[in-house]
């Protein structure tokens, strides 16, 4: 039985299976039936739209149907019972079960107790395997993942999808940008753990100068609740937002990369602009998802 | 002026364990992750900062002696941790019928809680905490979270 916990469980090569499995369900929008007569239990501890609704558009295009849990109020959990236990239960009426839950590690927890499947789709700060998987196909839609300059941008500390993207792009020749606000800067074990996997990675301050540079801008969202007050929130939002201006004289191909929602992180006069790809970006939340889907059945 | 006596700081004991050349200060931690408090009833000898022959911490080791107990690999795993150069004496009827070293093992479950609150293994789960031992410290099996700075406290 297979589950999908972390993209750190992921080789390169499976990465790239996946993501060549999920170009192959893109080309061929038909309808599939690889999870014909299937059930799979979306269960969502914690608020998510685009997740929540990717994964459910993703089971019914190839044939299967869910069963939702969207609130931890309306759920056996809010009687106290053990994720464990509400797994094992779950596990026994359902082919599969797709996890999001606040606390870090309740994917893993859950692929301990569970008896079909588990996706993990998003636990808590840690772990959110699909979005990086959408991610780099985002990415290899418009550009091999090899030799190329991806910045990251934003809140690089507490931004798990930061992480786990700078983990798996640690797979392939690329060296990583990382432009952060003091303070939230990429976590130094992460970095060391980036060196270590023989990923170059350069600390920059400001991202102006090094847009020519770039042929992947990777925007993550900014949290007010990071900051001491409203004008320091302003400040440093003000001078890490894309605007047109800033990406003047950028690379031939570059694409703009946001995992969404935003929050100001980018103008939206960018929308109109080709290197916006977060749009599209989402939508391959879908294409991506089935093929995961398709890999644990 | 009289010499300083010599002899045995603390008297030998007929079953039990002698945790020897602790380093020296962490002799009450020792105890605390052993579980032995003032309530428990085991009779225990307790020598702090005392002159190993060895070296040691500038010269000072600590030694425990606990009677009528032989120490459990999990127990002897936690000493690992705040004291890699212990030494575990087994006795029985006042002979060491075993010595040996303290190894930290490549896994630990269920010995240090993880410091990260937000990790599952802090909820009210039915699960152990999971490490696995990295030249980086302790890398947490569920959340990935490293202990890299005091492990001792984080002891279970």
């Not at chain 2, 700081?9 to 020296?24: F, N, Q």
Request: with cysteine; aromatic share 4%; charged share 25%.
């Amino acid at each position: 039985m297979k589950h999908i916990i972390s993209i750190k469980d992921f080789g390169r090569e499976e990465i790239d299976s996946l993501l060549a499995r999920a170009g192959a369900i893109d080309a061929a929008p038909q309808i599939r039936q690889t999870l014909a007569g299937k059930q799979v239990a979306l269960l969502f501890f914690e608020p998510s739209t685009r997740t929540r609704m990717s994964f459910a558009s993703a089971v019914s295009r190839l044939g299967g149907t869910t069963i939702t849990v969207d609130s931890v109020e309306g759920s056996s959990i809010s009687k106290g019972e053990t994720l464990a236990d509400t797994v094992r239960v779950v596990s026994s009426y359902v082919d599969a079960i797709v996890l999001r839950h606040p606390k870090e590690g309740a994917a893993r927890l859950a692929s301990e107790f569970a008896s079909v499947p588990v996706i993990n789709a998003g636990d808590g700060a840690g772990q959110h395997p699909s979005q990086t998987l959408l991610d780099l196909y985002t990415i290899r839609q418009s550009m091999p993942l090899e030799g190329i300059h991806i910045g990251l941008l934003g809140d690089l500390r507490y931004g798990r999808t930061a992480h786990s993207l700078a983990y798996a792009l640690s797979n392939y020749d690329v060296t990583l940008h990382t432009i952060a606000p003091p303070t939230l800067e990429l976590p130094e074990s992460l970095v060391a753990e980036l060196h270590r996997r023989g990923c170059t990675v350069q600390e920059h301050e400001d991202i102006t100068s090094l847009i020519p540079e770039l042929d992947v801008i990777y925007a993550t969202r900014i949290q007010r609740e990071r900051f001491p007050d409203a004008a320091s929130y302003y400040n440093v939002g003000e001078s890490y937002r894309i605007t047109p201006e800033i990406l003047e004289g950028h690379k031939d191909g570059m694409i703009v990369l946001h995992p969404l929602p935003r929050a100001g992180e980018i103008d939206p006069r960018v929308d109109a602009m080709p290197c916006a790809r977060y749009f599209e970006q989402a939508r391959n939340g879908v294409p991506v998802r089935m093929a995961m889907l398709e890999e644990v059945f | 002026m009289k010499d300083k006596p010599q002899g045995l700081l603390i008297s030998p004991i007929k079953d039990g364990t002698v945790i020897d050349h602790i380093r020296a200060g962490a002799a009450l931690t020792v105890l605390r992750v052993l579980g032995i408090t003032g309530q428990t009833d085991e009779e225990l000898s307790i020598a702090t900062n005392v002159t190993s022959m060895t070296g040691g911490q500038e010269g000072r080791k600590d030694i425990v002696k606990v009677s009528k107990r032989e120490l459990l690999k999990e127990e002897v795993d936690r000493i690992a941790l705040i004291s890699p150069h212990a030494t575990i004496n087994i006795i029985r009827d006042y002979i060491v019928v075993e010595k040996k070293g303290v190894e930290i093992p490549k896994h630990l479950s269920g010995i240090v809680r993880c410091t990260n609150a937000g990790c599952i293994t802090n909820a009210n789960e039915p699960i152990k905490s999971s490490f696995e031992v990295t030249e980086a410290g302790l890398h947490c099996l569920y959340c990935d979270t490293v202990i890299t700075t005091d492990i001792e406290s984080h002891i279970i």
